[in-house]
């Protein structure tokens, strides 16, 4: 400490010595003119000079400059704007940069410190990377960053440096959000549409954040367009999405609300429940809300305001009515879990020097399973009910100060206030006259924090500063100093070297237990015997930027020691409903993480990009798992290499094209087996015996490597009609279909079963390892079209042109209607593969079907065409075998090709009555067969569909289908649709 304060001393004489008559301070803003919207990293720079800063999370800047002089402001995409400084005074300016259509690219550079430890993405970035779902994903372009990994196939949760998936903090406009993702982890929370900037800090956290040891990801949202009411409309093959931006009833005041919504939930429950005899239903859903108002009654105070809402939910039914014996049965089971989110922001500019950002927040995030049972006869009816909860509350408050000292002398401070309630297991169960006790848990997390941003000799930039922590529960208290230490020194032009050191620690756990699409994620407070996670961490990096800064080249290496960790004990499966929760926790663990990250990339020209590569090693070791030996961490990765490139063919199209290398993630081996006796005896009265897996060290093998190419394609155009802009985004996940591991697991060519005899050869029991792999090759599509007011107006307009159209069309209506004599091509593919949910094979195949489909219009609401089809099949069925009185799985892979004869009949051409529609909707009738296994099976499939033609000839369609196909089940498909016309009946295209 005296250190320290002894270099603080030096920096205040340096500054002062620096400052002198004839220079001021000009603080502000800096936004966006059309719409107001803060612009975050805006570079404001005294021309001629090397002096210059960027602007914050708020868009807020200040700078001391020499006067009179002229300071120079740039964003990307955004026209320069150059404004003279001749004031006699410090003060507050508002800028508004106008949006640039440049022709000729334009780069401004100017001597500074660049960040370390830190990625960011640009929103626009962002959405060009491919992913499944075809719309922009947060965590997928993350993933793609040095340092920053996903923990399965498909997965949108994160794994920074070595960290697990718990120790990230995400940050929802400086508000804490619990839980990230939806669709079992497939798909980020956070909407695209409503976000302005993302910053994610790996290492050298800023004291002003704590609370996590991996990562912090700052994620601000946009403010709604002050000056014009408009939005966006965005379906995709996984969710529908809406957005409506605009000024609000007060002055200075605007709005922007967002909504998300997953389409398939009926049908999915409509098709179950007519498979499988009417007795079993399923459905599942997602759907999240966005809203924000912002209000700036003056140039010094602007105050918003957020929510945020968001739930997946899963649920089954199942009613059996056995008439034979008047017996009926219905259950029904459902899983939710979501956050609820609210806060209030108010920033103030209290002077040129210093600026305020105050908020209280609400967040909570729940998971429950609730089931209900009900048997009854002629007689009597049993009922049984039961639910399981796990709720997290946190009630926070934030202040937090900027203060420009001196022209090379900043100061950020504040103080952070968190109450949280956690209840880790609520029980309720129907049957109990006395129900469990809730086991609710609370504690506080308080914290101040300094730090100072200093210059000397504008070569060395730092950052040095403290956060106290103060942690309280239940007689349980913890108090922590945190220091951290950032150092850039620029010893040339544009190339720097950074040095890092952090301590931070985490008071709440998270504890993840099995699972499948439901979420598995219980969060625990620290206590007496579940102690505070800590970390201590080093980093050192050089940055380099070449030729005016077209090139950027970055080079990082970390080490991360981590203490006091905690995970769920070896044995059990999960702790949801358990009173003894906190006895199955093992705690007490640590582990180390280092590696070295190496980044290039490309910022200029029709092609840019960036290639990352990370070596890397992460290890655990708890005193009662792997016999109290240390082992490789579940989600190591050894190697990992990414690539993005992204062209612009030209003003419409532009090509994104990624590609993932990774080493195979760690499992554990099977070493040996031997025989165990059965305890329970069987009908004759004879022990049986059962063989038992002996497997190796933890993690000391590896699965096969893991790599994908993804390819995404953006077309931007616009309406007919209106002339809306309009985006098209086509991608490919997994482009050459690579059988990625999802898991390994050992098993037999037959089952294990029980045995009444000790005469059991293992030998002659062959073991195999098993691979499961969930996403091969998915094609995915979303249509995106933006609206305003001004368009909206026009709507009358647009309307008597469409009235006079379809009178013109009338009387050139030849009689037959846009079905008959076309010709029709489709290309699909499966969204929902055919599931017999009877069964629970939810694997029952390899979820993917490519279909080829031609049709012919024979008539005015009749067309009719041959149908082929291609599936590769995983089929797995118990079978008991009479000779070995064992039960048997039987397991095997097989191309299986289907043809069918259709018949569709057409829907609108009753409706409406015209030569020409972009819209199709029609039912159809399938009859024909499937070929595996060298024999032929019979097959039919009924069913609805709709296409859409947004131009003459292409569009896209989607169908619901109920079949025999594999056994009774449905599904979901789609893909392009193509339709060609005989000009002898069609003259008008």
């Known amino acids: 400490m005296k250190k320290i304060t002894i270099l603080l001393i030096c920096i205040i004489v340096v500054s002062v010595s620096t400052f002198s008559q004839g220079k001021l301070r000009i603080s502000g803003f800096v936004k966006e003119k059309e719409t107001g919207e803060v612009l975050i990293g805006a570079n404001i720079i005294q021309t001629e000079t090397s002096n210059g800063v960027a602007s914050d999370e708020n868009g807020f800047f200040s700078i001391i400059v020499e006067t009179p002089s002229e300071i120079q402001i740039s964003f990307i995409g955004y026209a320069t ?32 410190s660049p960040k370390f430890n830190v990625t960011k993405l640009g929103i626009n970035e962002l959405s060009l990377i491919p992913s499944l779902s075809g719309k922009a994903d947060i965590a997928k372009g993350l993933q793609l960053m040095p340092g920053i990994a996903s923990p399965n196939e498909g997965s ?44 994610v800090y790996k290492g050298g956290f800023p004291s002003k954040y704590g609370g996590r040891l991996s990562s912090i990801m700052n994620i601000t949202q946009r403010e709604g367009d002050k000056s014009l009411f408009k939005g966006s409309f965005n379906i995709g093959i996984t969710d529908a999405a809406l957005t409506l931006e605009g000024p609000f009833a007060l002055k200075n005041s605007s709005f922007i609300v967002t909504a998300r919504k997953t389409m398939v939930d009926a049908l999915m429950a409509t098709f179950t429940k007519l498979s499988d005899a009417n007795d079993f239903t399923v459905m599942y859903g997602f759907h999240d809300f966005n809203g924000k108002l912002s209000w700036k009654p003056n140039t010094k105070n602007s105050f918003n305001l957020n929510f945020y809402q968001g739930d997946d939910y899963l649920h089954h039914w199942v009613k059996l009515d056995e008439s034979y014996i008047d017996l009926t049965t219905k259950a029904h089971s459902g899983i939710n879990w979501g956050n609820w989110l609210g806060s209030f922001k108010w920033n103030r500019v209290i002077s040129s020097k210093l600026f305020m950002t105050t908020s209280i927040s609400y967040t909570r995030y729940r998971l429950r399973n609730k089931s209900n049972f009900e048997i009854s006869d002629t007689s009597q009816t049993i009922t049984y009910s039961e639910k399981l909860q796990a709720i997290v509350q946190d009630y926070s408050f934030r202040s937090a100060f900027q203060y420009k000292l001196l022209k090379n002398w900043a100061i950020d401070f504040g103080l952070q206030s968190s109450y949280f309630i956690h209840s880790p297991s609520i029980v309720y169960k129907s049957d109990l006259d006395v129900q469990p006790l809730a086991n609710t848990i609370h504690s506080s997390e308080s914290a101040i924090y300094l730090e100072n941003n200093f210059c000397l000799f504008n070569k060395i930039y730092a950052n040095i500063g403290a956060r106290y922590v103060h942690y309280y529960t239940n007689g349980f208290q913890d108090l922590k100093l945190e220091p951290r230490v950032n150092l850039n020194y620029n010893f040339y032009k544009n190339q720097t070297i950074n040095f890092s050191y952090m301590n931070v620690n985490q008071f709440s756990h998270l504890i993840f237990t099995t699972g499948d699409i439901m979420n598995n994620e219980l969060w625990v407070p620290s206590n007496s015997s579940i102690k505070p996670a800590g970390s201590n961490q080093y980093s050192i990096g050089w940055h380099g930027e070449f030729l005016e800064n077209r090139y950027l080249f970055e080079v990082n290496a970390y080490y991360k020691e981590l203490y006091n960790l905690a995970t769920i004990k070896e044995g059990y499966s999960g702790i949801l409903g358990d009173e003894n929760w906190q006895n199955k926790i093992e705690s007490g663990g640590s582990g180390t993480a280092r590696g070295l990250e190496f980044l290039f990339r490309k910022n200029a020209g029709r092609i840019k990009g960036f290639a990352s590569y990370t070596l890397s090693n992460s290890t655990r070791q708890y005193d009662n798992i792997n016999n109290g030996e240390e082992f490789l961490f579940d989600f190591d990765r050894l190697h990992s290499l990414s690539l993005s490139v992204n062209y612009d063919i030209n003003d419409k199209l532009n090509l994104n094209v990624s590609w993932v290398y990774q080493t195979g993630l760690p499992f554990t081996p099977l070493i040996g087996r031997q025989i165990t006796p059965y305890t329970n005896e069987n009908t004759y009265g004879s022990n049986g015996y059962y063989e038992v897996f002996t497997y190796g060290d933890r993690n000391s093998d590896k699965m096969k490597d893991y790599h994908r190419l993804d390819i995404g394609l953006t077309y931007s155009t616009k ?37 009444f005899n000790t005469d059991i050869n293992l030998d002659e029991r062959k073991i195999s390892l098993y691979q499961v792999s969930y996403l091969p090759i998915i094609p995915s599509f979303s249509y995106k079209v933006y609206f305003n007011e001004n368009t909206l107006k026009n709507d009358n307009k647009l309307k008597l042109a469409r009235k006079q159209k379809k009178e013109t069309e009338r009387k050139d209506f030849d009689g037959s209607s846009y079905i008959k004599n076309r010709w029709g091509i489709k290309l699909g593919y499966t969204i929902l593969a055919p599931i017999n949910f009877l069964r629970m094979r939810l694997i029952r195949h390899t979820p993917f079907v490519y279909s080829l489909e031609t049709n012919y219009g024979f008539s005015n609401y009749f067309t009719g065409g041959i149908y082929l089809g291609y599936s590769q099949i995983h089929y797995q069925y118990n079978q008991f075998n009479e000779n070995t009185q064992e039960w048997e799985d039987i397991n095997f892979n097989e191309k299986a090709f289907s043809y069918n004869a259709k018949l569709n009949f057409h829907i609108l051409p009753l409706i409406i009555k015209k030569a020409h529609s972009k819209c199709d909707l029609y039912s159809t009738l399938s009859v024909g067969g499937y070929y595996y296994i060298k024999n032929n099976y019979f097959q039919y499939n009924t069913g609805v569909g709709f296409a859409f033609y947004p131009k003459n000839h292409l569009g896209l369609y989607i169908e619901w289908n109920y079949g025999n196909y594999l056994g009774n089940s449905f599904n979901v498909c789609g893909g392009l649709a193509f339709k060609f016309y005989n000009k002898k009946y069609h003259t008008k295209l």
């Not at 404004?83 to 780069?107: A, P, R, S």
């Not at 007919?720 to 996940?733: A, C, D, H, N, Q």
């Not at 997994?734 to 697991?745: D, G, I, L």
Request: no cysteine; net charge negative; aromatic share 14%.
């Open 156 to 199: 949108s949760q994160l794994l920074v440096r070595g960290g697990d998936i718990g120790q990230n903090l995400y940050l929802f406009d400086n508000v804490p959000i619990i839980h990230v993702n939806h669709l079992g982890g497939f798909i980020s929370v956070f909407n695209p549409d409503i976000i302005n900037g993302i910053e």
């Open 719 to 755: 309406t007919k009609r209106r002339g809306l802009p309009v985006e098209w985004t086509f991608s490919i996940y997994n482009a050459y279909n690579r059988q990625n591991p999802y898991n390994y697991f050992y098993g037999h060519d037959q089952s294990s079963g029980i045995y």
């Open 81 to 112: 704007k150059t404004i003279k400084i001749d004031y006699n005074k410090d003060t507050l300016v508002q800028i508004y940069l106008e949006k640039g259509n440049q022709l000729n690219e334009v780069i401004v550079s100017s001597e500074g």
